[in-house]
């Protein structure tokens, strides 16, 4: 199987890795210093409106698009991008790629009317307003979405909305205009894949109401931050259903294949600058009488980060490979095996790096514990390991089964 990106990706590459050295890796200590101060930490930095607009000049925006909607990279070209954007955690939103708008864009791309397209995804595309995605549920294992409470009701040509959800990312920013809600609107159907409905909530809408920020290991993630919200009889018009009622499961599923090749490859560019810090700090610090370079563990612990950092890179090119040739549903196993793996070796590989930093790994002078907090969050988001593990399980063992039928 040939991973070898075309010349125009290597060409698009080489661009990418250009800015981030230009504009990106530049602007991260003023990007930490800004929201340790700034009283308004979820309204989008100046800072962040230039880089953007730079990147948009030089044509290095919307990458995630594929050509049947309008963009020119398949999910095998935009993984290495993907890649190179993932070395700093906040990147990708200066080149308008970053979750949950991607991914809300895609969904608008596949499942959305005419009219919805018009009125969110044309501002989600020209990054005039930024979206959330309200799925997860306090009071409920979200990993099964069949377990959502959220309730979708119909009343005349209106949908009412009732209920609680936390961890909906972008929801805090003040640019969020809208949200993707995922709840029930049929819920006595004996199929429980098609109790749920997505539909298209304004974040101005009367009864939204953001409770408060939940953060990550103390960590904020300004300026996108996740929302705890109450839907509180939230009335929207009919039309802003997607797909159609009982669709909400057939439309997670179909937005989730490609984005999480986006995340795989963002926490694969995390772990090589993790690995590439150890690789300069190594030959500079000496202990006992020696560099660390020269240390046996620390030889152990580079050969099985570079080892498991090319594991995870190769896995998840094979997915984005499959997914292009025959799309997500026959790419399924492979997804879920991405899943199970990238986020994980990101974490340890970060680990790693903080160990080798000694106490300043730990600290805001280095990204390692940003990077390791991102990670650790991929964990659970867009479902947990052991949800992953399961499916992937069940799915080998019909597979098997069926073969020797």
Same mark, same amino acid.
């Given at each position: 199987m040939d991973f070898e990106p075309s010349a125009k990706v290597v060409e698009m590459q080489a661009r990418l890795e250009a800015f981030m050295a230009a504009h990106i890796l530049p602007a991260e200590t003023g990007f930490r210093s800004h929201f340790e101060t700034t009283p308004t930490p979820f309204r989008t930095p100046d800072f962040f409106e230039d880089l953007k607009a730079k990147a948009r000049a030089e044509g290095l925006w919307n990458l995630f698009l594929p050509p049947a909607h309008g963009g020119s990279l398949s999910n095998l070209d935009y993984a290495p991008l993907a890649e190179i954007m993932g070395?700093?955690?906040?990147?990708?939103?200066?080149?308008?790629?970053?979750?949950?708008?991607?991914?809300?864009?895609?969904?608008?791309?596949?499942?959305?009317?005419? +009219?919805q397209k018009a009125r969110w995804l044309e501002p989600l595309l020209a990054g005039d307003i930024r979206s959330g995605f309200a799925m997860t549920e306090p009071d409920v294992a979200s990993s099964d979405a069949t377990n959502i409470e959220c309730e979708i009701r119909r009343e005349g040509g209106d949908y009412v909305v009732n209920g609680r959800k936390w961890y909906t990312t972008g929801g805090m920013r003040e640019s969020c205009a809208v949200f993707i809600v995922m709840g029930k609107s049929d819920p006595d159907n004996p199929n429980r894949h098609e109790q %749920?409905?997505?539909?298209?909530?304004?974040?101005?809408a009367p009864?939204?109401?953001?409770?408060?920020? @939940?953060?990550?290991?103390?960590?904020?993630? +300004?300026?996108?931050?996740?929302?705890?919200? @109450?839907?509180?009889?939230?009335? @929207?018009?009919?039309?802003? /259903? $997607?797909?159609?009622?009982?669709r909400g499961f057939e439309i997670a599923q179909g937005r989730l294949g490609p984005g999480r090749i986006h995340h795989c490859m963002r926490l694969v560019g995390a772990a090589s600058r993790a690995l590439e810090l150890v690789l300069t700090r190594v030959e500079a610090r000496r202990t006992f009488g020696k560099k660390l370079s020269e240390h046996q563990s620390v030889r152990e612990d580079i050969a099985l980060s570079w080892c498991e950092i090319e594991q995870a890179r190769l896995l998840t090119l094979k997915a984005a490979a499959k997914i292009d040739r025959e799309g997500a549903k026959a790419a399924r196993d492979l997804i879920a095996a991405i899943k199970i793996v990238a986020p994980k070796m990101a974490q340890t590989v970060i680990d790693r790096a903080i160990q080798?930093?000694?106490? +300043?790994? /730990?600290?805001?002078?280095?990204?390692?514990?940003? $990077?390791?907090?991102? +990670?650790? %969050?991929?964990? $659970?988001?867009?479902?947990?390991? %052991?949800?992953?593990?399961?499916? /992937?399980?069940? %799915?080998? @063992?019909?597979?098997?089964?069926?073969?020797?039928?």
């Open positions: 070395r700093v955690w906040w990147a990708p939103e200066i080149f308008n790629c970053n979750a949950p708008d991607t991914g809300n864009m895609e969904t608008l791309l596949l499942y959305g009317s005419e +009219a %749920q409905s997505m539909i298209l909530v304004p974040r101005d009864g939204v109401n953001i409770l408060r920020h @939940v953060t990550t290991f103390g960590y904020s993630d +300004a300026p996108f931050g996740e929302a705890e919200i @109450v839907f509180d009889n939230v009335r @929207v018009p009919a039309e802003n /259903l $997607l797909l159609g009622e009982g080798i930093h000694g106490g +300043a790994g /730990l600290t805001q002078d280095l990204p390692l514990a940003e $990077l390791f907090n991102y +990670a650790r %969050q991929i964990r $659970l988001a867009d479902g947990p390991d %052991q949800v992953h593990m399961m499916a /992937l399980g069940r %799915q080998l @063992v019909r597979a098997h089964h069926a073969a020797k039928a």
